[in-house]
């Protein structure tokens, strides 16, 4: 068998191996529900503002503590903790994505993506504001 | 219906020549595809000719295409959707050119422009490859064209015009301002352009990444061109020199997006792993990895086949990023991928259009493809060249793997196999960075032992002896600088325990002896002769790149950490080393420390003409003597939008030889509280202490070190008869200077209680003595922090240690690239001096 060959196969169950490894590593996406059952691991929960309740920031107080709620796919409303600053603009965030873990009741996530609304879609609502209502056509 | 005051004739202009691009390149396609494949002589030459007429008028075509679009956003057309959707008209005019490719249509624009550039210059020296060559660069310039089309065929949209009017819009078809005529009387203004991408990087970055994309067609074309005119070998010479280019400017074009990345803090650093990064990584590695065994190739024979895999799958991964950050696959996993324009079908369709002709051709004629039976020794370079391209494909395996994890959840959907095995949506790892490092680590090891000791390898085979004798110094030098940097300290993470920090001395001892044995190399092998080395420059390039960012990355260091906040809540909690409270709080004028050094925020201002807001923030340093060694201050600045009390941050950094200092805002308090009337509504809140107890503020603690029952306070003056008591507090801030405080409680006239406040200006503290409790032998102080009032900022400090390593790193890498591209070229040329080099000819 030449060299190369057996490089090659070296080379293939390595590749292998790293991709079994890999996938261990992959996080799931879940709801709140599903998070709980499995509490102390970090997932991935993609959910909407609930802008009803109030969004905690207060950096007098704590420069590093955010809270807000966010009711997942399945219509769960859970309090949401995250250590750090509030992101710009967080109110805009059409849905997002959080990574952490369930504790007791709250959510701490430790990373926060916001999925804002194209700027596309807003293109009505900014435009409809400067349109007199009753012009004639 | 006329609609006042529209210029249509630009967008008519550009449309039109959008439409003479996409039929132009539909001819020339067709034309150089005839120039093949017809087998007389002067009937080629004329299809040649006509193929030649179609490229040239595309080209000019797709300029047009640019200068219009330029001419709509430089003029404030707002009745364009591109420039109403990408411009203001406060946008600063260097900017124009950033709003232009800031859409998906002005970036295939940019692609289409470049392959236009690289089709004339291979028109003009690539000689009898031009005709297969130039049909593959034509089909992608067809396919590129076709994504500014805009037109509906057979109820397919087909591209997207980058012309199309505000108001035909689709979303906006019904909506009523559209319906009267003079519209564009009531937009004044555009939407503007996204405030990150308002960054000298973002006028720059996108040109260079876009050559760089448009270079990787040209070694796949050669290499296609080879196998469908069954010229096996011969473009192996022409395609070095393109090979090298490729490799110099996606590179240049990554580190730049990197450079942006890290100045803007985006993504917080120069490189997080975000598939938008990764999906440009794989097809440089691969095209590294292709030059590479076309290299092993040319001197020995060896590694054709791998050469023409390494070389399609190359641009067929381009292709494959350029689906993933466009066509809205990426949307949970990275923000900084482009919106869906719903063109994922036609980017289907030009991945396939390149992939399925490639990878047919290369199996349909595997055994046409010239192998050699001889194998190669152990001993010589070529094998090791073809080790090495192994180990990078690996890594672009692993890192193309996880970047595609929503498409794998896609394709698992489409074959029904997730209702089937009943699986959850797959995510991203929840710790990408590590994710990706652990097994990234191990693979910059071996290929940084490589590129240090494979060039002192000869092709076919080197004698023993010789190879020891020649690699014992730069071994020993390495090994003592590598003990060196670890003894001085210049390593030390522990994060994710000992295991890894082994493996990450491991790769400072791989990547010194990478620039330390390829310096050697130039200086003694090739005698200092830096036309002939841009290989060896271009490796100590490489080299440092991985160096500086071990070094960086694994002394990066948040100085602007709250300590004080993790003292009080949750030093016990599991989570508190994971969630280090990053954001710290600068008072107005109060002196904040932070690592070495000690931050004062010290007030804001504007400049006329300039949206931003400045913070300035004063850095002192002292020695231990408390004299001050060092002082400087910081603009971090912000747009600051007070409607919403939004802001968009600018870091500003303060950059020395051996490490930068970035400093940013996280958050500003409320600005209209800044005019409001100062209202003291806070709340005095009461705490039941004993000695040596400690009260616990927004910005410190203080500890009741006892009462004095002769109090000293500037707002108490004794009288007879009074019964009074002071408590002594000690109050440390978040710097280390304290204040001492003593609040007075008195009774007077044997009936009335007084408490007597002290103060504490700087911290808008009020702090009363208003109870004593001798059953519990404690005391009731109250605490109130003026807090309406005060101005403040929330901001972030990070310091990267030895970025410029990486940075140079990079420069020196390009820099040997193109030398190498320019020495190939002029091989490629002088056939008589070629060959006498040939037989010398390094890597």
């Known amino acids: 068998m030449k060299k190369t060959n057996i490089i090659l196969l070296v080379v293939i169950a390595v590749a292998i191996g790293v991709i079994i490894t890999m996938v261990g590593d992959f996080s799931t996406y879940e709801t709140f529900a599903t998070a709980r059952q499995k509490e102390g691991k970090e997932f991935h929960v993609i959910g909407t503002l609930d802008t009803l309740q109030t969004m905690t920031y207060d950096p007098l107080k704590d420069a590093n503590f955010f809270s807000f709620y966010v009711k997942d796919k399945k219509g769960e409303t859970r309090k949401v903790v995250f250590n750090g600053a509030k992101p710009t603009d967080f109110e805009k965030a059409e849905s997002v994505v959080l990574t952490g873990m369930m504790d007791g009741n709250d959510f701490h996530c430790s990373k926060i993506l916001m999925k804002c609304p194209s700027k596309y879609k807003n293109d009505q609502v900014v435009l409809g504001k400067t349109e007199p209502a009753n012009k004639p056509l | ?843």
């Not at chain 2, 005095?684 to 927004?698: M, N, Q």
């Not at chain 2, 004095?708 to 440390?732: S, T």
Request: hydrophobic share 50%.
């Open chain 2, 1 to 843: 219906m006329n609609f006042v005051g529209e210029h249509l004739l630009p967008g008519q202009i550009g449309h039109f020549a959008a439409i003479l691009a996409f039929v132009a390149s539909l001819v020339a396609t067709v034309a150089y595809y005839c120039a093949v494949v017809n087998k007389e002589e002067p009937v080629r030459e004329s299809w040649k000719k006509i193929a030649r007429w179609g490229f040239f008028i595309q080209s000019i075509a797709v300029l047009a295409v640019f200068s219009c679009l330029y001419y709509i956003l430089y003029n404030h057309f707002f009745e364009y959707k591109y420039a109403w959707r990408n411009t203001s008209r406060d946008l600063p005019i260097q900017y124009l050119l950033s709003s232009l490719w800031s859409d998906q249509e002005g970036s295939f624009l940019l692609w289409s422009i470049w392959n236009s550039v690289l089709g004339i210059i291979l028109i003009r020296t690539s000689r009898k490859w031009e005709s297969p060559v130039m049909t593959v660069i034509s089909l992608s310039q067809l396919m590129m064209s076709s994504m500014l089309l805009g037109i509906f065929i057979l109820g397919y949209k087909v591209g997207s015009n980058p012309f199309m009017l505000l108001r035909q819009a689709e979303e906006n078809q019904v909506a009523p301002i559209f319906q009267s005529p003079d519209y564009l009387s009531f937009i004044h203004d555009g939407n503007g352009l996204n405030l990150t991408l308002q960054n000298y990087w973002m006028v720059i970055h996108p040109p260079v990444l876009f050559l760089g994309f448009a270079s990787m067609i040209v070694p796949f074309a050669f290499a296609f061109a080879g196998i469908w005119t069954r010229d096996y070998t011969g473009w192996t010479k022409p395609v070095l020199p393109w090979g090298l280019f490729a490799i110099a400017i996606l590179g240049l074009g990554i580190m730049m997006g990197a450079a942006w990345a890290y100045e803007s803090l985006n993504f917080g650093g120069y490189w997080a792993w975000d598939p938008v990064e990764n999906a440009s990584l794989v097809p440089w590695l691969l095209m590294v990895a292709g030059v590479h065994t076309c290299l092993a190739y040319k001197s020995t024979g060896h590694a054709l086949k791998s050469t023409v895999f390494f070389f399609f799958l190359a641009f067929i991964t381009i292709l494959y990023s350029t689906f993933l950050t466009r066509s809205g696959v990426l949307g949970d996993s990275s923000v900084h991928s482009f919106t869906d324009l719903g063109m994922s079908g036609q980017l289907l369709i030009f991945m396939g259009a390149f992939t399925i002709p490639a990878i047919w051709l290369m199996i349909a004629r595997r055994k046409e493809i010239p192998v050699l039976h001889k194998e190669e020794s152990t001993y010589s370079r070529e094998f090791w060249l073809f080790v090495g391209s192994l180990v990078l494909l690996i890594s672009a395996i692993q890192i193309t793997f996880t970047t595609s994890i929503p498409v794998w959840n896609k394709l698992l959907d489409l074959f029904g196999l997730k209702k089937l095995f009943n699986l959850d949506e797959m995510a991203p790892p929840s710790d990408a960075m590590f994710h990706y490092n652990k097994i990234q680590i191990w693979l910059a090891v071996i290929l940084g032992l490589l590129t240090a000791v494979v060039q002192y390898m000869r092709y076919k085979d080197t004698p023993r002896r010789v190879l020891g004798k020649k690699l014992l110094v730069p071994t020993v030098l390495s090994l003592v600088i590598t003990l060196a940097i670890i003894f001085a300290g210049g390593v030390n993470y522990t994060d994710y325990g000992a295991g890894f920090l082994g493996a990450i001395y491991l790769m400072l001892f791989a990547t010194v002896y990478a620039v330390v044995a390829n310096v050697l190399y130039i200086i003694s092998d090739q005698k200092g002769k830096i036309k002939a080395a841009g290989a060896s420059i271009a490796h100590v390039g490489f080299g440092m790149v991985l160096l500086g960012a071990l070094l960086s990355s694994s002394r990066k260091e948040v100085i602007s950490l709250d300590k004080m906040k993790m003292l009080s809540q949750d030093i016990f909690r599991k989570e508190s080393k994971q969630n280090a409270r990053e954001n710290i709080m600068l008072p107005l004028g109060v002196p904040v420390e932070m690592g070495a050094y000690h931050a004062t925020f010290v007030g804001d201002s504007i400049a006329p003409g300039d949206a931003k807001v400045y913070f300035k923030v004063d850095y002192e340093r002292k020695d231990k003597a408390g004299n001050i060694v060092e002082r400087f201050r910081l603009y971090p600045n912000a747009f600051v939008n007070s409607k919403e009390n939004a802001l968009t941050s600018n870091p500003a950094s303060r950059h020395y030889l051996h490490k930068d200092i970035f400093t940013y805002i996280t958050a500003t308090p409320p600005l209209k509280d800044k005019t409001a009337p100062a209202n003291d509504t806070a709340n005095y809140t009461s705490h039941l202490v004993a000695e040596g107890d400690s009260i616990f503020f927004s910005k410190g603690f203080m500890i009741m070190r006892g009462i004095e029952k002769d109090p000293k306070n500037r707002n108490y003056q004794a009288r007879q008869g009074d019964l009074a008591v002071g408590a002594n507090l000690e109050v440390y801030t978040q710097t280390d200077d304290h204040f001492n405080l003593q609040p007075v409680y008195l009774i007077r006239d044997s009936a009335y209680q007084y408490s007597i406040e002290d103060t504490l200006a700087p911290l808008a503290l009020q702090v009363r003595f208003s109870k004593i409790l001798p059953a519990e032998n404690k005391i009731e102080i109250k605490v109130k922090e003026a807090d309406a009032n005060s101005d403040y900022i929330i901001m972030k400090a990070i310091v990267f240690p030895y970025i410029n390593v990486l940075w140079l790193g990079v420069i020196v890498m390009i820099v040997g690239t193109l030398i190498a591209v320019v020495y190939r070229v002029k091989l490629n040329k002088g056939s008589v001096k070629a060959t006498a080099a040939r037989v010398k000819e390094k890597v």
